[in-house]
Every structure is written in structure tokens, then in C-alpha cells.
């Protein structure tokens, strides 16, 4: 008999693709999703039409602006209603068990399933643990961990995509619209973009001469560039990764696993303005063991031509130091066996 399990998750992209690697482990069982009217909805549309998913429930749900605003003193009152919202719809599927990859999205999700009495379980992927998780593991079951970021956690790895292994290098060629030429610099801040790195390397065209340069703009962040192709999301990472030589990019941890996993030398640039500091822990993580270059933001042009040029030179060196990573992989198996046995 199948279980019915609901996930939870969104904001971005690394808050729901390793949502998607463990459903992809339980095909055998009934799953149900609860998210917003956002990104996590367009990530699992594909997943919902191929009846992976049996269902998509949306709520409400506010995120925590890290510095004092107006909309922060309503958001108890928000978070209330969003609390209550949930429980509907866990009242309606009945789950065995809920499994949240954080952000705010999944924070109603996991109080209204503590106050239901359902199993509960989530998963931190950073070095520091995020603010929704910071409160959901008040009221979760099982907290689990990509790495040691509290002495509750339990440790287990990334959860990462099977597919990011398979990539098809003539289909990442053709999404880039490139003929392979030339070697690829990929360019990603991440699902939302990063106007830092988008700016850079607009401030870099001798970086054309060598590469063929494609950036992944990020919603509503196309920039006016003539030497670089460029998209605001794809859905096919695991193909650009095949095809790509060297990547310039933030520093999520999901991201920098997959580049790892995948054996695409990096230059890193981890977001310190509005954050926690957990893009920088993971940065340097990478780093000292070797699986690329670590930069800061500041004078980023300046230094970005240099970098690029070192990582790609060194490109057999850095994939035999990330080849050495690969226990990375294959947490989705052993979380997905945490969630058949709640």
C-alpha cells in the first residue's frame, strides 16, 4: 500500500529541486505538494502533467524581509492565516508524512502538521541554518542536514538530482546556441539571478575572446550585452552543465554541488549584502577542498578576467580535487528511506 506524502518548499530553486530528486526516488507512492502561486508551481508543473505529482495545493505565504519594514509587523498575522490555510489542506490528503526543503513556503506547512500531529521532517542544505528552518525545527520530527550547522541536526549530505550526471552536451550547445567552438563560460546567480555577475561580466568582453559566454539572467534581469547569449531560466541545468567548461556563479549550496557532482570547474561569488552569511561558509567550503575559486564581490571586473582564465587552465586539477566529492551523492536515496519508514 503506497503512503501519501505532502512536500513543501519554495522561494527558490534550491528549495524545491531536491524536493523533486526525492520524488523522483518515491514514484511508488501518492504525492502531494503545497506551495505558493510561485516559483515552486512552475518547477513542479512538469512533474504534476506526468502524474509524479497527483496534486498541487497552493496557500499563502510571506516571506521574512532581513531588515525593518512595515510588511514584518504584519507577518504574525499573516503567518497565522497561512497556518490555517494548510491545515485545510492537510485535513483534505490526510499525509503520512510531510517533508519540507525550507524557505517560507514550507514554514506553515510544518507548524499546521505539528498541530495535526503528522510526521514531520526538513532538510537544511547550507553551512548556517536558514530562518524558516531555524523555526520549523522547533516543531518538525526529523531535522535533517547537509552539514554540521546545529547539534540537532542529523547530518546525512545534499540531496541532488539524478539527471545533473546526465547531461546531454549537444542539447546544453544547442539550448546555449553555441557550435562548440569554443570552450563555454556559464554564468548563474542562481534561480533569481544576480545582477553582480550579470554586471561583471558586461565589464568583461575580453573574457569573448576565449569563451563562448552564456548568462542565466534571472527573472526581469536581462542585460544589454552584444558578446554574450543569454536566458532568464531553464529548466535543462543538467545539459548546460555538460557542455560547459567553466562557470562563474553565487554560491548555493545545491549549486555548487551539482558543479561538483557534474566536474564543471568554478569561480564562486558568494552573496554577503541581505543574507545570513551561509553563501560565504559554503563558498569556502568548496574551496579549500579544491573544486574551484572562491572571489569576493567587490571590484568584481576587475579580478573576474583572471579567475575565469585560472580556474579553466587548471580545469584537470580542480575536477580530479572535485571527482574526490563524490559522497555528495546519493543522500536522496537515504532520506527517501527515512520518509517510507515515518
Same mark, same amino acid.
Given at each position: 500500500?503506497?503512503? $501519501? !506524502?505532502?512536500?513543501?518548499?519554495?522561494?527558490?530553486?534550491?528549495?524545491?529541486?531536491?524536493?523533486?530528486?526525492? !520524488?523522483?526516488?518515491?514514484?511508488?507512492?501518492?504525492?502531494? #505538494?503545497?506551495?505558493?502561486?510561485?516559483?515552486?508551481?512552475?518547477?513542479?508543473?512538469?512533474?504534476?502533467?506526468?502524474?509524479?505529482?497527483?496534486?498541487?495545493?497552493?496557500?499563502?505565504?510571506?516571506? /521574512?524581509?532581513?531588515?525593518?519594514?512595515?510588511?514584518?509587523?504584519?507577518?504574525?498575522?499573516?503567518?497565522?492565516?497561512?497556518?490555517?490555510?494548510?491545515?485545510?489542506?492537510?485535513?483534505?490528503?490526510?499525509?503520512?508524512?510531510?517533508?519540507?526543503?525550507?524557505?517560507?513556503?514550507?514554514?506553515?506547512?510544518?507548524?499546521?502538521?505539528?498541530? =495535526?500531529? !503528522?510526521?514531520?521532517?526538513?532538510?537544511?542544505?547550507?553551512?548556517? =541554518?536558514?530562518?524558516?528552518?531555524?523555526?520549523?525545527?522547533?516543531?518538525?520530527?526529523?531535522?535533517?542536514?547537509?552539514?554540521?550547522?546545529?547539534?540537532?541536526?542529523?547530518?546525512?549530505?545534499?540531496?541532488?538530482?539524478?539527471?545533473?550526471?546526465?547531461?546531454?552536451?549537444?542539447?546544453?550547445?544547442?539550448?546555449?546556441?553555441?557550435?562548440?567552438?569554443?570552450? +563555454?563560460?556559464?554564468?548563474?546567480?542562481?534561480?533569481?539571478?544576480?545582477?553582480?555577475?550579470?554586471?561583471?561580466?558586461?565589464?568583461?568582453?575580453? /573574457?569573448?575572446?576565449?569563451?563562448? !559566454?552564456?548568462?542565466?539572467?534571472?527573472?526581469?534581469?536581462?542585460?544589454?550585452?552584444?558578446?554574450?547569449?543569454?536566458?532568464?531560466?531553464?529548466?535543462?541545468?543538467?545539459?548546460?552543465?555538460?557542455?560547459?567548461?567553466?562557470?562563474?556563479?553565487?554560491?548555493?549550496?545545491?549549486?555548487?554541488?551539482?558543479?561538483?557532482?557534474?566536474? +564543471?570547474?568554478?569561480?564562486?561569488?558568494?552573496?554577503? $549584502?541581505?543574507?545570513?552569511?551561509?553563501?560565504?561558509?559554503?563558498?569556502?567550503?568548496?574551496?579549500?577542498?579544491?573544486?574551484?575559486?572562491?572571489?569576493?564581490?567587490?571590484?568584481?571586473?576587475? $579580478?573576474?578576467?583572471?579567475?575565469?582564465?585560472?580556474?579553466?587552465?587548471?580545469?584537470?586539477?580542480?575536477?580530479?580535487?572535485?571527482?574526490?566529492?563524490?559522497?555528495?551523492?546519493?543522500?536522496?536515496?537515504?532520506?527517501?528511506?527515512?520518509?517510507? #519508514? $515515518?
Amino acid at each position: 500500500m503506497s503512503m $501519501k !506524502i505532502v512536500f513543501s518548499g519554495g522561494g527558490t530553486a534550491g528549495h524545491v529541486t531536491p524536493n523533486l530528486a526525492l !520524488i523522483e526516488q518515491l514514484s511508488t507512492e501518492e504525492i502531494y #505538494y503545497i506551495g505558493t502561486n510561485g516559483m515552486e508551481k512552475e518547477l513542479t508543473a512538469s512533474y504534476v502533467e506526468k502524474g509524479k505529482i497527483k496534486e498541487y495545493r497552493e496557500i499563502s505565504a510571506h516571506k /521574512l524581509q532581513r531588515k525593518l519594514t512595515l510588511s514584518n509587523l504584519a507577518l504574525p498575522f499573516r503567518l497565522v492565516r497561512s497556518v490555517r490555510e494548510a491545515k485545510k489542506q492537510l485535513r483534505e490528503i490526510r499525509p503520512d508524512v510531510i517533508f519540507s526543503k525550507g524557505g517560507y513556503v514550507g514554514l506553515p506547512v510544518i507548524i499546521a502538521g505539528k498541530q =495535526l500531529k !503528522i510526521p514531520t521532517v526538513i532538510h537544511e542544505s547550507d553551512m548556517s =541554518l536558514g530562518l524558516a528552518n531555524k523555526i520549523c525545527a522547533h516543531f518538525a520530527n526529523d531535522f535533517l542536514a547537509a552539514f554540521p550547522c546545529d547539534k540537532r541536526a542529523n547530518v546525512v549530505g545534499l540531496i541532488i538530482r539524478d539527471e545533473i550526471l546526465h547531461g546531454d552536451k549537444q542539447k546544453g550547445l544547442h539550448t546555449m546556441g553555441f557550435d562548440g567552438s569554443k570552450p +563555454v563560460l556559464l554564468v548563474t546567480g542562481g534561480s533569481l539571478g544576480a545582477k553582480a555577475l550579470n554586471d561583471a561580466i558586461c565589464n568583461c568582453p575580453q /573574457l569573448a575572446d576565449r569563451f563562448d !559566454i552564456f548568462v542565466i539572467t534571472g527573472k526581469n534581469k536581462r542585460i544589454d550585452c552584444e558578446f554574450v547569449k543569454q536566458t532568464e531560466f531553464v529548466t535543462n541545468m543538467n545539459d548546460l552543465y555538460a557542455a560547459t567548461d567553466v562557470c562563474l556563479t553565487r554560491a548555493g549550496s545545491n549549486t555548487l554541488a551539482e558543479l561538483t557532482l557534474a566536474e +564543471v570547474p568554478f569561480v564562486t561569488v558568494p552573496l554577503t $549584502k541581505q543574507s545570513r552569511g551561509e553563501q560565504v561558509k559554503n563558498a569556502q567550503w568548496f574551496a579549500e577542498r579544491g573544486c574551484g575559486l572562491k572571489l569576493s564581490e567587490e571590484n568584481l571586473a576587475e $579580478k573576474l578576467p583572471k579567475a575565469i582564465n585560472t580556474a579553466y587552465d587548471n580545469r584537470t586539477a580542480i575536477q580530479t580535487k572535485q571527482r574526490a566529492q563524490k559522497a555528495l551523492y546519493g543522500t536522496d536515496k537515504t532520506v527517501a528511506e527515512i520518509l517510507k #519508514y $515515518k
